[in-house]
C-alpha cells in the first residue's frame, strides 16, 4: 500500500492542453516535494510547500497543498513536449529527519 | 560542480554476488540516502545517515549494507545479491533534515 497515491499514472496529451496530476494520503504531512526526473536522470526538484493551502507558481506550473496537508496538485498549463518526464510527489512528515515519502509517479508524454 | 556522483551507473550480477555502489558528495551536506526506484514504485528509501558515523534503516534495508566515515562518501553494500535486487538505484543528499534532495545519475543494477 502506497502511503502517497499519484493519479493518474500516466498521462499522454497533446501540446498546448492542460493537465493536473493528484497526490493524495489519508497522513498528515509537515511539508510535500513535487520532483521531475527525466530517463536516465535522478529526481530535480521543483517545488517544496509547507503551509496548508499553500499555492505556488513556477511559470506554468502551479502546485497546491491541501488545507489538511494531506494531499497537493501539480497542474501544468499548456503544455510543451519539454514537459515530458516522471513526475513524483514525496511528503516529510513529523520528525521523520527528511526520509521522503515517494509516490509512484506520473508518467507525463506531451506530444508535439 | 560535480554534486552527487555515482559508480558505476551500470553493472551485472550472478546470484549470490557482492557488490559496492559508490556515492560522493561534494558540496558538503550532512544528510545521507540510498534509495531504489523500481518501475511503477516511486523510490523506497533503503539507508540513510544524518553524519558521518551514524546511519540508520530505512523501509527496505534487507539484504543492503551502508557505512558513512566521512561526510564526502556513503557506499552502499549488497551481500548476496538476489534478482529481487534487480533495479535502479539513487544515492542523495541535503543540507538539512526537510531540505532539497540533490540526486546522483542513478546505477542501474541486474541480478541474473
Known amino acids: 500500500t502506497q502511503l502517497l497515491e499519484q493519479s493518474p499514472q500516466f498521462l499522454s496529451i497533446q501540446e498546448g492542453e492542460n493537465l493536473t496530476v493528484y497526490c493524495n494520503s489519508s497522513s498528515v504531512f509537515s511539508s510535500l516535494q513535487w520532483y521531475r526526473q527525466e530517463p536516465g536522470e535522478g529526481p530535480v526538484l521543483l517545488v517544496t510547500?509547507?503551509?496548508?493551502?499553500e499555492v505556488k507558481k513556477l511559470k506554468r506550473l502551479t502546485f497546491q497543498f491541501g488545507d489538511a496537508r494531506k494531499d497537493s496538485s501539480l497542474h501544468i498549463t499548456a503544455a510543451q513536449p519539454g514537459d515530458t518526464g516522471l513526475y513524483l510527489c514525496a511528503g516529510t512528515r513529523g520528525t521523520s529527519y527528511g526520509k521522503l515519502t515517494f509516490g509512484q509517479g506520473t508518467i507525463l508524454t506531451v506530444h508535439p | 560542480n560535480a554534486g552527487v556522483t555515482q559508480t558505476p551507473k551500470f553493472r551485472i550480477l550472478k546470484i549470490g554476488q557482492s557488490m559496492t555502489l559508490q556515492c560522493a558528495q561534494d558540496m558538503n551536506h550532512n544528510y545521507m540516502y540510498w534509495y531504489r526506484q523500481d518501475p511503477g514504485m516511486g523510490l523506497k528509501l533503503i539507508y540513510y545517515s544524518v553524519g558521518a558515523g551514524i546511519t540508520d534503516k530505512g523501509e527496505v534495508p534487507n539484504g543492503y549494507n551502508v557505512s558513512r566515515s566521512t561526510t564526502e562518501d556513503f557506499p552502499l553494500r549488497l551481500e548476496l545479491a538476489a534478482p529481487s535486487q534487480t533495479s535502479v538505484y539513487f544515492c542523495a543528499s541535503s543540507y538539512s533534515s526537510a531540505g532539497e534532495l540533490f540526486f546522483g545519475e542513478g546505477s542501474r543494477l541486474t541480478v541474473l
Open positions: 510547500v509547507v503551509t496548508g493551502g
